[in-house]
């Protein structure tokens, strides 16, 4: 089986992991959930994170193929119109991205000029849906929970699954955003364990532990069925959905949720201009 070169890079404001996926035996690239980094408090964007991946593709003169999303985020704004601004590539992601967009299109009051079809993007996904990295073939797991869109890319002996799992001392993802289920998060997780026990899984974030001082992104199947303190011990679908509900009903929203969910559902790109030609995002009141 296949090993891709995978190169991460981490950003602590917001445990964010960014991936890179190279074929090992050609330049062909492909990145997954990019970081645009955001101050919240000045509503300023600035590119240093997305730099870096571009300053060592460029430096290895690497060709981007694809920009992936594994979901729409709601900690983290997507650079993937930048990057594919600057090195090409076409964004994608998996299909119910327009299940998402409905839903949230309504509670921020998108607008009939915001299309909810999934038609910001140049490919959608479906379960089962192959692709290919150069040499490399990515086959597309559709694992829903965390959102009803979020998919998994399987690439040779690599598995990049977003925010199903964390590390096996953190656990799983929440699943009580609108479209989430913990039942469909519990399917999802099964489906991932599925996998060959020595499959890595590359997260999309980690926040650490008490008992932890670094911060880590990857694991392997054989780890999480073991030790999630969530999952992990064949621990059954009912124990998991009620152990989640009161979890995730104890929790308050991302920090990010408001920006990063209007940017991400619309591929990464910024509301349109008004008429004084600023961008402004909206701030849903008693909605989330």
Not at 33 to 59: N, Q, V, W, Y
Not at 126 to 152: K, N, Q, R, S, Y
Not at 249 to 264: D, E, G
Request: proline share 5%; glycine share 8%.
């Amino acid at each position: 089986m296949t090993a891709p070169d995978v190169h991460t890079f981490f950003d602590e404001p917001t445990n964010s992991a960014c991936h890179i996926v190279k074929d090992p035996a050609t330049n062909a690239i492909a990145i997954i959930d990019s970081i645009m980094d955001f101050d919240a408090a000045a509503g300023r964007t600035h590119t240093t994170h997305a730099d870096m991946l571009i300053d060592l593709i460029t430096e290895n003169g690497w060709q981007v193929d694809w920009i992936l999303e594994t979901h729409v985020h709601a900690d983290h704004l997507s650079a993937a119109p930048y990057l594919a601004s600057k090195l090409g590539g076409r964004i994608a992601i998996g299909a119910n991205i327009a299940t998402v967009q409905q839903t949230f299109g309504k509670i921020f009051n998108a607008g009939t000029e915001f299309e909810m079809d999934g038609s910001q993007f140049d490919r959608l996904f479906d379960d089962g849906d192959t692709f290919d990295i150069g040499e490399l073939t990515v086959t597309v797991m559709h694992t829903p929970g965390h959102t009803p869109a979020c998919v998994t890319y399987v690439v040779g002996d690599a598995a990049f699954i977003g925010d199903t799992l964390f590390m096996p001392d953190f656990g799983t993802a929440r699943a009580d955003f609108p479209g989430g289920s913990a039942t469909d998060l519990y399917a999802s997780i099964q489906r991932i364990l599925s996998l060959p026990d020595d499959t890595r899984l590359f997260l999309c974030h980690d926040y650490k532990t008490k008992g932890r001082d670094t911060f880590c992104w990857q694991t392997t199947v054989a780890e999480q069925k073991l030790n999630n303190i969530h999952v992990g011990g064949n621990k059954s679908r009912d124990e998991f959905v009620n152990f989640r509900t009161e979890r995730d009903a104890q929790l308050a929203m991302p920090k990010l949720i408001i920006p990063s969910i209007q940017v991400n559902m619309n591929a990464g790109r910024m509301p349109d201009p008004d008429e004084d030609g600023q961008v402004y995002l909206k701030v849903p009141i008693n909605k989330l």
